[in-house]
């Protein structure tokens, strides 16, 4: 079975530019998450949805950044314009939920590195 | 706010030992708590999943211990082997689906 897919694996560009990252969630799951991982701050949430909906945005860093889920297949994130300190590995994560169960494990895909000089 | 730590110096153990890492957690009280393990280059991946309910669960070499009390949840490698060098994370829940997740702790075994 296909995991979360994510695309592109490495990213480098420069200050200014926009960026997008892409994600495929497992087939059936309906929540999707993501986050940023640096040494410095560990994994953080930035953003989840729940049936393409958001359902919170609280971790985005500011307004540079923004994530979409147009359909249950597809989601993006996007920073407009880049910064070096965006520079991180992205990951993008789904699961399931089973009604009011939130108790299940994540999916994550493999990531993108990003980086910005 | 609430506070996960875990050992923040890397775990060197021998072939053969059980590697017990440690998650400790402040200000929350989570309904559960899961551990994941990364290798470097990946993301992360789901090993197990504890209730605040449930005081022990194991999986093949696996066990996780889970004290509310102590605010702390034990995670244990059994037999460890030079495959299961790799970083681990516990994660706990918060809000409603959201995962807060440790710094994770660094496992090498040695041959």
């Known amino acids: 079975d296909a995991g979360v897919i994510q695309s592109p694996r490495h990213e480098v560009t420069e200050m200014g530019q926009e960026v997008t990252l892409r994600c495929k969630p497992i087939s059936g799951h309906n929540s999707l998450f993501w986050y940023r991982q640096t040494m410095m701050r560990g994994l953080e949430l930035l953003i989840y949805?729940?049936?393409?909906?958001?359902?919170?945005d609280s971790g985005m860093p500011e307004d540079r950044f923004s994530a979409k889920m147009p359909n249950a297949s597809f989601s993006t994130l996007k920073i407009q314009p880049s910064e070096p300190r965006d520079s991180a590995v992205y990951f993008c994560?789904?699961?399931?939920?089973?009604?009011?169960?939130?108790?299940?494990?994540?999916?994550f895909g493999d990531g993108t590195r990003l980086s910005i000089l | 706010s609430q506070k996960i730590e875990q050992n923040s110096e890397a775990l060197n153990i021998q072939e053969g030992k059980t590697a017990t890492l440690t998650c400790n957690y402040t200000n929350y009280s989570p309904a559960y708590l899961q551990w994941y393990r990364q290798d470097p280059g990946r993301g992360p991946v789901f090993l197990l999943l504890?209730?605040?309910?449930?005081k022990e669960k194991r999986k093949e070499r696996l066990k996780v211990t889970f004290d509310t009390t102590l605010k702390q949840s034990l995670f244990h490698i059994t037999a460890s082997q030079p495959a299961d060098s790799a970083t681990y994370l516990c994660a706990l829940d918060w809000q409603g689906g959201k995962l807060i997740f440790g710094q994770g702790t660094e496992l090498s075994v040695k041959p």
């Open positions: 994560a789904s699961s399931p939920r089973q009604g009011k169960r939130w108790d299940q494990p994540q999916h």
């Open positions: 504890i209730r605040e309910n449930e």
């Open positions: 949805f729940n049936n393409n909906v958001p359902i919170d």
